[in-house]
């Protein structure tokens, strides 16, 4: 992975992913009978060879309101000497009367004054279609006991509710003013992004000059197969190779394999490869990381990544392990349990509302709602991540209705969609 595909990693801040790896089948819920699935704690271990034991590294806690937003998420780190957990970090987060997320705070526990300090706040504001246009990071001055502005990151949309502009933006204390520092232009193409273009702010000619580009194909089934990257070469002003991503998938759709090659004078050499392995119910339950040897497709072990679910499918363990080639094994490494609890949710029965079709499922970038009520229309849709926050509210007035560049990261959602006091709740899998 180029540090350029990082960067792009790092753009959706609407949600907070607690797993990367998700059940990848769909159930439709009576939720008079059941109810979602809420993360309370993880807890974090290194495997320490010497004395074959897992030791406690840190545990994060999390608590909700009545409607399920998380309210704050609670860092400890474990102290071995006095056997206690610290308090570390805390994050504090605000919900709208809509349960957007308004605010969230950073706090660092002070031992010696034995309390929580502001260490920085987050400010988000939508649109008038709920959809997320800028947020502010604020780092804390102690001095003057105020907030100070730090970063400002805007998004943008066009008519069709695409992701199409990114923008981030520095602020300059002498000027009093915000100075651009970078952005991505994103393109579509029947509803699939085709196109990202990341530019960064020339202040000395105040123009905006390309750096990185990445390019998106699809199969027959508008499933991402490719990425292909380019670097803006400014002497000569093109496009140069850089990096290629490839998806593999199985005949159900699933990834199995994801390669990553760049760009060298000699042609394309072969970088790292990501293997995927599903058990009978579809849920991803290990992933191995290859590297290349000599640049060729003769991949050796590296790491790899065990998952355990819970017969609900919600995921309650991480186990990842190193390669040691001199013993030809894979030893712990690192080790990650969530524990968490299905909360009652007080709605009505879904055979009480008009059936809802929701295709493709699993889902990349874009979806289609279609009603068996013709005279459905008129609703308003809500995806909520896998912990009940809501990550995207739209009103559509359209059967079928499209819902295109979701802009989600791969994982668990649910669809909310109510009207005239029903509402009917399905799962939707997000999966790049």
Not at 175 to 199: D, E, P
Not at 211 to 228: A, C, G, M
Not at 374 to 390: A, Q, Y
Not at 405 to 423: K, N, V
Request: include cysteine.
């Amino acid at each position: 992975m180029t540090w350029a595909q990082m960067d792009t990693m790092e753009l959706n801040p609407k949600s907070i992913i607690y797993r990367d790896t998700i059940p990848l089948s769909e159930k439709i819920f009576n939720y008079e009978k059941s109810g979602i699935y809420t993360l309370d704690s993880v807890f974090f271990y290194d495997w320490i060879s010497g004395t074959g034991q897992w030791i406690e590294q840190q545990s994060n806690l999390y608590y909700y309101d009545h409607q399920l937003n998380d309210t704050l998420q609670m860092i400890r780190l474990w102290n071995a000497s006095n056997n206690q957990w610290l308090s570390h970090l805390q994050y504090k987060r605000h919900f709208n009367v809509m349960n957007m997320l308004e605010e969230q705070i950073q706090s660092q526990w002070n031992v010696t004054g034995a309390r929580w300090i502001n260490y920085s706040r987050t400010r988000y504001e939508y649109d008038r279609d709920k959809r997320l246009d800028f947020y502010l990071v604020q780092r804390w001055n102690a001095v003057n006991s105020m907030w100070e502005n730090l970063l400002k990151y805007s998004y943008g949309f066009d008519n069709e509710g695409n992701w199409i502009f990114y923008l981030k933006q520095t602020w300059d204390p002498d000027s009093s003013k915000w100075l651009f520092n970078y952005q991505f232009l994103y393109t579509y193409t029947s509803g699939l992004k085709t196109t990202m273009i990341r530019q960064d702010w020339d202040s000395e000619q105040n123009i905006w000059i390309n750096r990185h580009q990445t390019n998106y194909q699809y199969d027959p089934d508008h499933r991402l197969s490719e990425e292909f990257g380019e670097v803006w070469d400014h002497d000569s002003a093109v496009w140069d190779p850089n990096s290629l991503i490839t998806y593999i998938r199985d005949p159900g759709g699933a990834i199995t394999e994801k390669i990553y090659q760049a760009w060298a004078p000699s042609g394309w050499f072969y970088t790292v490869k990501y293997g995927y392995v599903y058990n009978d119910l579809g849920w991803n339950t290990r992933i191995t990381y290859y590297t290349s040897e000599g640049g060729v497709a003769e991949w050796s072990n590296h790491s790899q990544y065990n998952y355990d679910y819970n017969a609900h499918g919600e995921l309650i363990r991480e186990l990842w392990n190193i390669w040691n080639a001199t013993q030809g094994l894979w030893n712990p490494d690192f080790k990650i349990d969530y524990w968490g609890s299905q909360v009652d949710v007080n709605v009505l029965n879904a055979s009480k509302t008009p059936q809802v079709t929701i295709s493709p499922n699993p889902a990349s970038r874009s979806i289609q709602i279609v009603f068996d009520d013709p005279d459905f229309h008129d609703v308003m849709v809500t995806i909520m991540d896998g912990l009940g926050r809501p990550v995207l509210s739209t009103r559509v007035h359209q059967n079928p209705a499209r819902i295109t560049d979701l802009g989600l990261a791969s994982g668990l959602y649910f669809i909310c969609i109510e009207r005239g006091g029903h509402r009917l709740i399905k799962k939707l899998i997000i999966q790049h």
